[in-house]
């Protein structure tokens, strides 16, 4: 069973910046190659949302709301997902999670995002 390992969360001010990173535990194979990959985000009393999602071909779609600030990459040899995440804003506030976006395996602990001054 893959379980997926985010970091790089934080607290830091409005307009600063963070990189998320996924990487997956409990497997050595590739995992994420032939995946496309997506990061989400779950802001306090609020359902779980889509951020931005990365194909293996590396064509990448963003949210509208992140469009612009924030990049998906990946890296199929290290078997990471990132997301640099700049001019943050309040809202941005959130835990984020990675996973892939068709059939997502088991969800992990995710990492929490603060944007506060």
């Known amino acids: 069973q893959v379980q997926l390992v985010e970091s790089g969360g934080g607290l830091v001010q409005p307009g600063g910046s963070l990189r998320l990173s996924c990487v997956p535990s409990?497997?050595?194979?590739?995992?994420?190659?032939?995946?496309?990959m997506g990061w989400y985000r779950q802001a306090p009393g609020k359902q779980r949302e889509w951020v931005a999602q990365i194909t293996t071909g590396r064509s990448t779609i963003y949210a509208d709301s992140v469009k612009c600030r924030f990049t998906i990459t990946r890296d199929d040899a290290k078997n990471t997902v990132s997301l640099q995440m700049n001019g943050l804003k309040p809202g941005d506030t959130a835990f984020y999670y990675c996973?892939?976006?068709?059939?997502?395996?088991?969800w992990g602990k995710g990492t929490q995002v603060t944007v506060s001054s």
């Open positions: 409990g497997t050595s194979g590739t995992i994420f190659r032939i995946n496309t």
């Open positions: 996973n892939r976006v068709v059939n997502s395996w088991s």
